[in-house]
């Protein structure tokens, strides 16, 4: 069967995505590919020291993916899911598609911040984007409310 694709950014919306695309690829018996992208968002036009910051902004970037792809692949290990982790480039919505294409993934899954249509047109929303554009099944996967269970095995919930 075709492998689960989970794309993180490691923040609290993206956690929820986590535990379901682990619990997916666990009940399957599936592997998972856990991708973020490193997308630094700075003003095309140069200034003195330009580049310094750019290329600390970046620096930063990758490491920070690196550190949440890795937080991902040990959760998935501890739940006996196969992981691959792959850091990405690039503009966020279009990264994420074409790499889910080249891989024929079974399905996308990633996490909204449930932000209201304000938000949205101001900032965009990562996961509309990939809803309309994914050549796959997508699950965007919603923030927990308190109190609310999410682990369908009650024998054993995910921490991410």
């Known amino acids: 069967m075709k492998p689960i694709m989970l794309a993180t950014d490691g923040s609290p919306a993206s956690a929820e995505a986590a535990r379901e695309a682990i619990e997916l690829a666990s009940l399957l018996h599936v592997p998972l590919i856990t991708v973020t992208v490193a997308h630094v968002g700075v003003p095309s036009y ?20 690196e550190q949440v792809l890795a937080d991902i692949a040990e959760t998935a290990g501890r739940h006996g899911v196969e992981c691959e982790t792959v850091p990405l480039e690039g503009p966020v919505v279009e990264a994420l598609c074409k790499f889910a294409g080249r891989r ?34 997508v699950l965007i996967a919603r923030p927990v409310v308190a109190g609310e269970s999410t682990w369908v095995d009650e024998h054993e919930a995910v921490a991410v």
Do not use: D, N, T
């Not at 140069?46 to 993916?65: D, F, I, M, P, Q």
């Not at 024929?104 to 554009?133: E, T």
């Open 46 to 65: 140069g200034y003195y020291g330009y580049s310094e910051v750019y290329s600390e902004l970046r620096k930063s970037e990758h490491e920070h993916a």
């Open 104 to 137: 024929g993934v079974a399905m996308i899954v990633l996490g909204a911040h449930g932000w209201g249509a304000i938000h949205r047109l101001v900032f965009g929303s990562v996961s509309q984007g990939v809803l309309h554009s994914a050549p796959c099944p």
